[in-house]
């Protein structure tokens, strides 16, 4: 069973910051790249960060400086720090794996407000 579980999420003031983690099961994890995806209500799915399984990373141009996506194969973890928050980051943040296929998390969710 391939599983992607992430993990915290939450609400934080502009200008905050949070850690997102996500574990993956079920999957020879070092082979796959992994991402986030975020998606905000009434908007279309849109890549945050990706990192290929030797750590290689790209960012959308919206996070470069502020977010950074890491991996610790040992742990079957993939983890994005976010920082300097903006109300425009709020979105349900979802972790993907892939190699052969793709799989996708359930999403946490990311609220920036004041």
């Known amino acids: 069973q391939v599983r992607l579980v992430e993990s915290g999420g939450g609400l934080v003031q502009p200008g905050g910051s949070l850690r997102l983690s996500c574990t993956a099961s079920?999957?020879?994890?070092?082979?796959?790249?992994m991402g986030w995806y975020r998606q905000a209500p009434g908007k279309q799915r849109e890549l945050v960060a990706i990192i290929a399984g030797g750590g290689t990373a790209t960012y959308a141009d919206s996070v470069k400086g502020r977010f950074t996506i890491s991996r610790d194969n040992a742990k079957n973890t993939v983890y994005l720090q976010m920082n300097s928050l903006k109300p425009e980051d709020t979105a349900e943040y979802i972790c993907?794996?892939?190699?052969?296929?793709?799989?996708w998390g359930q999403g946490t969710q990311v609220t920036v407000s004041s």
């Open positions: 079920g999957i020879i994890f070092s082979l796959h790249a």
């Open positions: 993907t794996a892939q190699y052969a296929r793709q799989f």
